[in-house]
């Protein structure tokens, strides 16, 4: 059997037809594609794994080449390593010709080395400490979505640097929302403003493998899967698309419809602050504006950790504003008596009201119905300055995400600083207190602009500025304005 140099070209469409794989048309563009990254993010059924697998094959007849197959575990990086181990042992009967082979999942010991010293390996990203120490020609990045974007950033892209730029990566996964995967589908995507030229990416639904649905898009198989037009499982796990996905709690967001850019701060509005408090997580705080409309607009955000929130007051207070800016009131969490008392002393009055945090459910019932009233109008709107705060509307989703659950569980404590903020907020403004609208709570009389309109029970004193209501002592013009 004669060995290939390797400054030799491998045909790949011979090998692949000795082993038996006919790439369909959308594989063909995968592999016809001569981007050094490659993101197919792909349905069930498309043949991924197998397109994979097929990519890195003919790296096995160059000598000394060595590639990875790294999973989130070792099962499911087994799928494209079966591809390869079938072409290898089984099509072409090399078996007894190699230096070592082994296939065992349980262990993890799965890989093959031919006669020349080049090597594929199956590795898991459970187990870290496995994909340190070599250079690699290559790297397929198994199911990409489920893995955590340390195992790409700082295992595997270092280890393609040695053999740059020949070296290459896969990553075949479907989707899951907007994580770190969507990150690296946008470098690949030309109209995207992280484009690069090494990347390349597509988007293949199931239904483009005609092999298996014929029919396409209208096959019955297709068909019979989708239970209704907005199926986050089907348009995430068929579909292969990022908008959707299971256990998505706000499906109403639409990056085209509820980003606006450039926004433009309106003096003649009524300006927020909606707050979220962290040290090790972000402390949170949007200015959002109000129109006569009641439609929202998060305009600004301010996203930071590791700061005490004297620092972060001090920071808010002293960063530049658009002409005519003030803070009308600010809203946070009230776990947090403390924080709330720094801010009012340092910028804004702020309140904090239990009760805006206790239902969590009508909180984000809340907020979906400014996403999307009852007409399907869209009242609330994000700038596309705030990245943090589109990134977490994108991913937000409960803790549990199985298809056959009928009720989801209570969200997951993850992508929900500035969700949080807006949650209280918005409960604190059009919940707590009554039904009233924006203008029946805030108005103008004797305690100034912006004062909150007493219920019947409290009492009033327009000349020390002060309303009490039960234990608690509010004033309505000054920086010291929030006391248990």
Known sequence: MPMVGADVDIDASA??????????????LFH???????????????GKSKMAAMEALPELFRPDTLGWIVGPTYTLGAKEFDYVWDAIIHRLRLGPFLKRKAYNVNTGDMYLEMPWNSKIEVKSADHPDGLVGEGLDYVIV????????????????????????????????????????????????????????????????????????????????????????D???????????????????????DD?????????????????????????????????????????YIWREYYESGKPIHVHARELANRQNPEGYNIRVGYGDAADPGAIETLNMMLCQTFGDPDAKKDVTRGIQEVKKFLKDKTGTPHLFVNNACQNTIWEFQNYRFKQTTREENKPDAPKKWADHSL????????????????????????????????????AR???TADSGYFTRDDHVFTLGGLNGFEF
């Open 15 to 28: 090998l692949w037809s000795k082993v038996g794989y006919k790439p369909h048309p959308k594989q063909a």
């Open 142 to 229: 198994s199911e990409a979505a489920k893995q955590k974007p340390s195992v790409w950033d700082k295992f595997l892209r270092p280890a393609l640097a040695d053999k740059a730029p020949r070296s290459w990566a896969a990553f075949p996964s479907t989707p899951e929302g907007h994580n770190w995967y969507y990150e690296l589908y946008q470098r690949g995507q030309v109209n995207s403003p992280t484009y690069s030229a090494q990347y390349e990416s597509w988007n293949f639904p199931s239904w483009m493998n005609h092999y298996v649905y014929p029919m396409g898009e209208r096959d019955p198989e297709i068909l019979d899967q989708k239970r209704s037009e």
């Open 256 to 296: 085209q419809i509820h980003i606006v850019r450039d926004y433009e701060y309106n003096p003649e509005w009524d300006n927020f602050m909606f707050f979220d408090f962290g040290f090790e997580n972000p402390f949170v705080a949007l200015d959002v504006q109000i129109s006569p409309s009641e439609d929202i």
């Open 32 to 46: 016809n594609s001569e981007a050094r990254f490659k993101v197919p993010v792909c349905g069930r059924r498309f």
């Open 458 to 460: 409290e009492e009033a």
């Open 420 to 455: 949080d903020a807006i949650r209280y907020g918005l409960m604190h403004l059009f919940v707590l207190g009554s039904r009233y609208h924006l203008s029946d709570v805030y108005y103008e009389g004797p305690v100034g602009k912006g004062a909150l309109k007493p219920p």
């Open 231 to 253: 199926d986050p499982w089907f348009w995430q796990e068929i579909g292969a698309d990022f908008r959707s996905f299971v256990g998505k709690i706000y499906n109403e967001w």
